[in-house]
């Protein structure tokens, strides 16, 4: 089973579409796993017109305190890298929920044991069943949640479970846009990542971004041109260049498949590319 | 009683900072009946943090003692670990570090039962 990303740094430049329009291609003789890790917005199954039923729990362990353990010594609230724990000399700490994202580092430093953990819903997976050979998990972030990279490993998890109990060919991952944890979780341990961009100041700016955390966690990439018949090619060259990364796929700018993409037309999208 | 002022710069002559968890510094005011006895000057370092400002702010505060913090507004998770601790809270102070202590002293500036964003 081959590992493949989609992502990039800015949004709106079709890492969806491309992430898409991917898994639906190779559907055609293979099977495979569409996994939407956009999990504070995820849209995938908006545009396969899917409906999300039957939500699978997410949790996570946030930690709360046995008084009878503590000694007060607040070595939790000064390891606590969100400032998350509030302590005053000699009173009990105190957990602020907002800004806790159950990393766990304040359970792993207690000299005494004092501080148990509490599951928590985080967030929620979903299955859909596209055709035969086409599968998408969704996985959704809890609304407030301000931490979200534990809950796009736990997706990628049952995805990827679920992917090998279906024997898949293919397991494809759309990110969300960013460098942040959350694209971090995404991206890690698959075989190729593809960045998609725009010829814009900023989407090569952007690009640029992607392409150092690619290199930095030695995912091998290729670069995913969108809209590539307008601004100005020579600015995403010379970061292929830079990077030794090359442009793999361009897909030129068209109205026609904007409107067949806002109908939910893949059938139609696929054959104007 | 010690009051801790949020300040732009570290002097009792300093304008009150509007913010709490972000402000430049904290001026401490040691008071006896109507007067100011003592001052320190200590650094905020939470203006660094990157997330809860305002909870590492506080932490500073009530580890100095203070009985009373004067500032221009507070968020919600400040204000209620500050309440919490027994730390009474006074919003909406603007001009000099010295007025709004005199000012909170007279009775001028009242203590707030919320934050105020």
Avoid at chain 1, 54 to 71: A, E, G, T
Avoid at chain 2, 19 to 38: A, D, L, P, S, Y
Wanted: net charge positive.
């Amino acid at each position: 089973m081959q590992k493949i990303a989609s992502t990039g740094t800015k949004g709106g430049v079709g890492k969806s579409t491309f992430a898409i329009l991917l898994a639906y291609k190779l559907s055609k003789n293979k099977k495979v796993v569409l996994c939407d890790c956009d999990v504070e917005c995820p849209n995938d199954y908006l545009i396969l017109n899917q409906r999300l039923k039957k939500p699978k729990k997410i949790y996570q362990d946030y930690p709360i305190l046995d008084k009878r353990k503590c000694v007060k010594c607040g070595l939790c609230s000064k390891t606590c890298k969100e400032n998350a724990i509030f302590w005053v000399k000699n009173k009990y700490p105190m957990f602020i929920y907002d800004l806790c994202t159950a990393c766990g580092a304040c359970i792993i430093v207690c000299p005494n044991k004092a501080i148990k953990t509490k599951k928590k819903k985080s967030g929620e997976s979903f299955i859909n069943k596209v055709n035969n050979n086409f599968w998408l998990i969704t996985g959704r972030s809890k609304p407030g949640i301000t931490e979200t990279g534990p809950i796009v490993s736990e997706v990628k998890e049952r995805a990827i479970k679920f992917a090998k109990k279906k024997k898949a060919d293919y397991i494809i991952f759309d990110t969300a846009p960013g460098t942040h944890c959350s694209v971090i979780q995404a991206l890690l341990d698959v075989d190729k990542a593809y960045a998609v961009t725009e010829p814009t100041p900023l989407g090569a700016h952007d690009l640029s971004l992607i392409l150092e955390l690619l290199r930095k966690i030695r995912v091998p990439s290729e670069i995913i041109l969108n809209k590539a018949d307008v601004g100005n090619r020579k600015l995403i060259e010379k970061i292929s260049e830079k990077f030794k990364t090359k442009i793999s796929v361009e897909i030129p700018y068209s109205e026609e498949l904007v409107k067949a993409y806002c109908e939910k037309d893949l059938k139609r999208v696929v054959k104007l590319i | 009683m010690k009051i801790a002022v949020t300040a732009t710069h570290r002097s009792l002559d300093a304008d009150v900072d509007p913010r709490f968890g972000r402000c430049m510094c904290f001026v401490i005011v040691e008071t006896e009946g109507k007067e100011i006895k003592n001052h320190k000057e200590i650094s905020n370092e939470a203006i660094q943090a990157t997330r809860g400002a305002g909870i590492q702010a506080a932490q500073t505060v009530a580890n100095e003692g203070a009985e009373v913090v004067i500032t221009g507004n507070i968020g919600p998770n400040a204000f209620n670990v500050l309440s919490q601790t027994g730390i009474k809270v006074v919003t909406g102070a603007t001009g000099k570090v010295k007025e709004a202590v005199e000012k909170y002293l007279k009775g001028e500036l009242k203590e707030t039962s919320g934050p105020n964003f």
